[in-house]
Nanobody, 127 residues
Framework: VQLQASGGGLVKAGGSLRLSCATS????????????LGWFRQPPGKEREIVAA????????NYADSVKGRFTISRDNAKGTVYLQMNSLKPEDTAVYYC?????????????????WGQGTMVTVSS
């Protein structure tokens, strides 16, 4: 399963970015459609952590406490794409952001529940 994440970049504190993650392969798109999806991030020198997750329908969502009220995860199953809208960005949001496909249809924040990973996109927030 090949996932392509995009949308990262350099932004000033208080700004916004929208990350996207998709696949161009039909077989992979079917897998994505039936499974939960998540966004993780890995700040420089730190462990990878959950940011947001959603179930296969995009109805149930979970967020890390640090991003609640600022980030929104959504998905478009027709396009096999998951999004992360990031508003009111802070310097501590600086990280490489990864999309991932869960083994399950429900919502999960556990890293070990994810089986496929995108290549990551860098987000840098300046103060």
């Amino acid at each position: 399963v090949q996932l392509q994440a995009s949308g990262g970049g350099l932004v000033k504190a208080g700004g916004s970015l929208r990350l996207s993650c998709a696949t161009s392969r039909a077989a992979t798109r079917r897998t994505i459609t039936n499974n939960g999806l998540g966004w993780f991030r890995q700040p420089p020198g730190k462990e990878r952590e959950i940011v947001a997750a959603t179930d296969w329908r995009g109805v149930s969502t979970n967020y890390a406490d640090s991003v609640k009220g600022r980030f929104t995860i959504s998905r478009d199953n027709a396009k096999g794409t998951v999004y992360l809208q990031m508003n009111s960005l802070k310097p501590e949001d600086t990280a490489v952001y990864y999309c991932a496909v869960s083994r399950y249809s429900g919502t999960t924040s556990a890293r070990e529940d994810y089986q496929y990973w995108g290549q990551g996109t860098m987000v840098t927030v300046s103060s």
